[in-house]
């Protein structure tokens, strides 16, 4: 009894500490006003202004009534600390609070500010009539002008819609359209003191009808080569000043109807994209659904990305990305289907000479399922270094002709050292092919071809050229299971570099010999 009667002690004190000095703020414009304290509903502000010019504790909670709109910039101009965010919300019922831009810059802004958690709120930054090539604006922006690191960025449950800023907007002059406006940017900007984020999770959140870019990072300290360490020279009169972003982590978040690129993330290590839905991006411009660049150790998994849009001429217009600048980047159990140039990309980017900074060293690309994507299934172009991709599914039905499994594709430079192993090449309609072009030292090991040959030009030592045998190709994840007797069924090679499941969950010893495909159980 004494013992409950401590720990009961020590939960009251040590939520004591937690609350500490918080209060509780807030916000309602219909019944609110600014000469209240808003300390309670009865006596709550009413605008946007008012919570932008007040300064807070950390720990304390600025709460918008429910289903209210708030027109105006939300600033955050205050930082909570690591046991006690500060945290902006909605009070009174489940449906979300608005933060409306109306056309502005920005819908909410950050700058040098941290420990700051945003959930269950709307956001949305619409500007009606004529949008220039000029006009350039997002939902949220968060700055780290200078600050060194920035730390715990939480937005869950929140939902950012209808942003038109332009997509054809040119970034400080260069000759590219520029992908840092739209939904939501994190922004390092600065030379002073080196900065970074630290401790970004987004959870449980929309992202839709955005122009130009769902989701973005930027950073001034970005320059590296590939071997380079933080303050050598890296050719041209740069210096290494790459200062990744740590903790990045997106989890159950849906993206949908994005002008361009869904999400986009950079200048990190170690970040996690996981069970994520990316629907319909690339709808305007040219865009993969996601795409890390100048990133180390970036895994994606359980993702399902889809109905990429290809309009004629893009260069883009495929699920799951892996651009130069990265290293270690692993894309694993995703579902990458009907998109509109294919499922999956590996780019190193330009090589070297002018460009010494590009490369992409290390991607592995493994128990994905990639189906039904028009005009290719893999894109590797580049410098593209090492690249394994094993045990995966590329399936197309009768309604896609002309499909290039593989293309392998030169940028100034030729991919070099891929290697392909126990993957299924399947394609129910006609002309499938492969494009090798002048790529270099590339292996192709136990697969199982049906309705494409195996490759005559990097050949196959143990090809398997027959029907899969599936349960249910073409019907969802779940159709690429294998029958009793199946071909496939221990026909693989053991791979060193093997996780210790299968897409389906089932248990992987990386030492003996496995299936070929994506199910590992034997049958």
């Not at 939501?184 to 630290?198: A, E, I, P, Q, W």
Request: glycine share 10%.
């Amino acid at each position: 009894m004494g013992n409950l009667k401590h720990v009961f002690l020590m939960t009251v004190c040590f939520l004591f500490l937690m609350k500490g000095n918080c209060k509780d703020f807030y916000v309602d414009a219909v019944a609110g006003n600014d000469n209240n304290n808003g300390l309670s509903k009865n006596v709550a502000w009413r605008t946007l202004e008012k919570v932008s010019n007040n300064s807070f504790t950390p720990g304390d909670i600025i709460a918008f009534k429910t289903g209210q709109r708030f027109v105006g910039t939300l600033h955050i101009n205050s930082s909570g600390t690591e046991f006690r965010p500060l945290i902006y919300t909605t009070f009174g019922g489940a449906t979300p609070s608005i933060i409306d831009g109306n056309g502005d810059s920005t819908s909410i802004y950050c700058l040098n500010h941290q420990y700051i958690n945003l959930t269950n709120l709307a956001v949305t930054n619409f500007r009606n009539g004529v949008v220039t090539k000029d006009d350039v604006f997002t939902g949220i922006r968060i700055i780290n002008q200078d600050a060194g690191t920035l730390h715990h960025f939480h937005l869950d449950s929140v939902r950012v819609y209808n942003v038109n800023s332009t997509h054809i907007a040119k970034d400080e002059g260069k000759n590219d359209q520029s992908r840092f406006y739209g939904g939501v940017l994190f922004y390092t900007r600065g030379d002073k003191v080196r900065s970074n984020f630290d401790g970004v999770m987004i959870t449980h959140s929309s992202f839709e009808n955005l122009s130009r870019t769902g989701f973005n990072f930027r950073s001034d300290w970005d320059r590296r080569s590939a071997f380079s360490k933080f303050g050598d020279s890296i050719g041209k009169g740069m210096t290494d000043n790459w200062t990744p972003n740590t903790h990045v982590v997106f989890r159950d978040n849906h993206f949908k109807n994005i002008a361009g690129n869904g999400l986009i993330v950079r200048v990190a290590t170690g970040a996690l994209i996981e069970h994520n839905l990316f629907d319909s991006c690339g709808v305007i411009i040219s865009g993969n659904a996601v795409f890390n660049f100048n990133t180390d150790g970036t895994v994606y998994q359980y993702n399902e990305a889809k109905n990429t849009i290809y309009n004629e001429g893009d260069t883009d217009a495929r699920g799951i990305d892996s651009d130069y600048r990265t290293k270690n980047t692993t894309i694993q159990y995703n579902y990458l289907h009907d998109n509109g140039l294919g499922g999956v990309t590996a780019t190193g980017g330009p090589g070297v000479g002018d460009n010494p900074v590009n490369f992409n060293m290390g991607t592995i690309i493994r128990y994905n399922i990639i189906e039904n994507n028009a005009r290719q299934g893999v894109y590797i172009s580049g410098r593209v270094e090492g690249l394994e991709m094993y045990n995966n599914v590329v399936y197309a039905d009768a309604r896609f002709n002309d499909v290039v499994a593989i293309k392998l594709n030169k940028w100034t430079v030729y991919p070099n050292g891929s290697s392909f192993s126990n993957n299924i090449f399947c394609f129910k309609g006609t002309n499938a092919s492969y494009a090798f072009t002048s790529a270099t030292n590339v292996l192709f090991s136990h697969n199982l071809y049906s309705g494409i040959l195996p490759p005559t030009e990097f050949k196959d030592p143990f090809p398997l050229d027959t029907d899969p045998r599936f349960m249910a190709p073409g019907t969802g994840w779940q159709g690429y299971k294998l029958l009793k007797k199946s071909p496939a069924i221990l026909a693989g090679t053991a791979i060193k570099s093997n996780v210790e499941k299968d897409f389906y969950g089932n248990r992987i010893d990386k030492n003996k010999v496995l299936n070929i495909g994506i199910e590992n159980i034997i049958k």
